[in-house]
Antibody
Framework: QVQLVQSGTEVKKPGASVKVSCKAS????????IHWVRKAPGQGLEWMGR????????KYIQKFQGRLSMTTDTPSRTAYMELTNLTSDDTAVFYC????????WGQGTLVSVSS | QSVVTQPPSTSGTPGQRVNISCSGS????????VYWFRHFPGAAPTLLMS???LRPSGVPDRFSGSKSGTSAFLVISGLRPEDEADYYC?????????????FGGGTKLTV
């Protein structure tokens, strides 16, 4: 069965970076893109961007340009989302989600940013 | 402020039918498929409706989706207490300033 398993909770200080992993199983990894979606406290779901594991092509929303990087490692079937220069506004749960229909979601990774 | 608008909240009693709207424009809902998700706090969201009106396997037929012009709708019939959750629509937006996926702001359903 399809599964996306994410790395655990991260606690970071402002200005630091975080790298969240998402390990896929149960399907051909390079056949489906991976989205990253975040849910901040009291806010709605927010699409951050997408990566195509087959060719590495990425698309990020403008607000994260320069701070966000999505990568994949095909042999380990793992997608990564790295966010740099964190602020308290980045405190959120981050989800990886399979393309094209957002049909499978990772369990979420809480990233807490506090001084 | 999302370019796709949902009512912040709605409510119903068990057995009732509720309708959650998702309003957008020709750059998103008017020309692209709408997806619906249910989110229980503390859990991952789950896909409830795909491509406007397709129910993934395992989703009860109490849930239905539709689209008309630049608005989409999720209808829940035979409301149950366990339907109490946050509901989100999502759609691709073809805006010239940079096409993106966009989520509605979410609708909190109270049963």
């Amino acid at each position: 069965q399809v599964q996306l398993v994410q790395s655990g909770t991260e606690v970071k200080k402002p200005g630091a970076s975080v790298k969240v992993s998402c390990k896929a199983s149960g399907y051909r990894f390079t056949s489906y893109g991976i989205h990253w979606v975040r849910k901040a406290p009291g806010q709605g779901l927010e699409w951050m961007g997408r990566i195509n594991p087959d060719n590495g092509h990425t698309k990020y929303i403008q607000k994260f340009q320069g701070r966000l990087s999505m990568t994949t490692d095909t042999p380990s079937r793992t997608a990564y989302m790295e966010l740099t220069n964190l602020t308290s506004d980045d405190t959120a749960v981050f989800y990886c989600v399979r393309d094209p229909s957002f049909d499978y979601w990772g369990q979420g990774t809480l990233v807490s940013v506090s001084s | 402020q999302s370019v796709v608008t949902q009512p912040p909240s709605t409510s119903g009693t068990p057995g009732q039918r509720v309708n959650i709207s998702c309003s957008g424009s020709t750059s998103n809902i008017g020309n692209n498929f709408v997806y619906w998700f249910r989110h229980f706090p503390g859990a991952a969201p789950t896909l409830l409706m795909s491509r406007n009106d397709l129910r993934p396997s395992g989703v009860p037929d109490r849930f239905s989706g539709s689209k008309s012009g630049t608005s989409a709708f999720l209808v829940i019939s035979g409301l149950r207490p366990e339907d109490e959750a946050d509901y989100y629509c999502a759609v691709w937006d073809d805006r010239l300033s940079g096409p993106n996926w966009v989520f509605g702001g979410g609708t909190k359903l109270t049963v």
